[in-house]
């Protein structure tokens, strides 16, 4: 199972920006979809952005289109989450998510299709 470990969380003000990291402990070869979660107090996990391994196909969530820019670089087996613009309402856990199985192009945003899972780092933005 593919090991991940996030970093990069933080405080910062509404307008700023953060660089979320994710390293995988093995190379992207199968993995089909990796995928940024966040989750705020009070409410549900929700998919933000997912790259396609092996692709440049990538798919936002409309609450972060224009803001946030997702990415990998394969020779680090790392993911990026650039946050830009960042709002108070940013404010949440981010996990990244590495899925296995195909199928996650078809619902990228099932956490359930996801079986590697980092720690979650936590972004505060405040106003």
């Known amino acids: 199972q593919v090991q991940l470990v996030e970093s990069g969380g933080g405080s910062v003000q509404a307008g700023g920006s953060l660089r979320l990291s994710c390293a995988a402990s093995?190379?992207?070869?199968?993995?089909?979809?990796m995928t940024w979660f966040r989750q705020a107090p009070g409410k549900e996990r929700e998919g933000v952005a997912v790259?396609?391994?092996?692709?440049?196909?990538?798919i936002y969530a409309d609450s972060v289109k224009g803001r946030f820019t997702i990415s990998q670089d394969n020779a680090k087996n790392t993911l990026y989450l650039q946050m830009n613009s960042l709002k108070p309402e940013d404010t949440a856990i981010y996990y990244c998510?590495?899925?296995?199985?195909?199928?996650?192009?078809?619902?990228?945003?099932?956490?359930?299709?996801?079986?590697?899972w980092g720690q979650g780092t936590q972004v505060t933005v405040s106003s």
């Open positions: 093995e190379s992207s070869y199968s993995i089909y979809c």
């Open positions: 998510a590495a899925a296995l199985t195909p199928y996650c192009r078809n619902a990228y945003w099932g956490a359930d299709l996801y079986k590697s």
């Open positions: 790259i396609y391994t092996g692709g440049s196909t990538t």
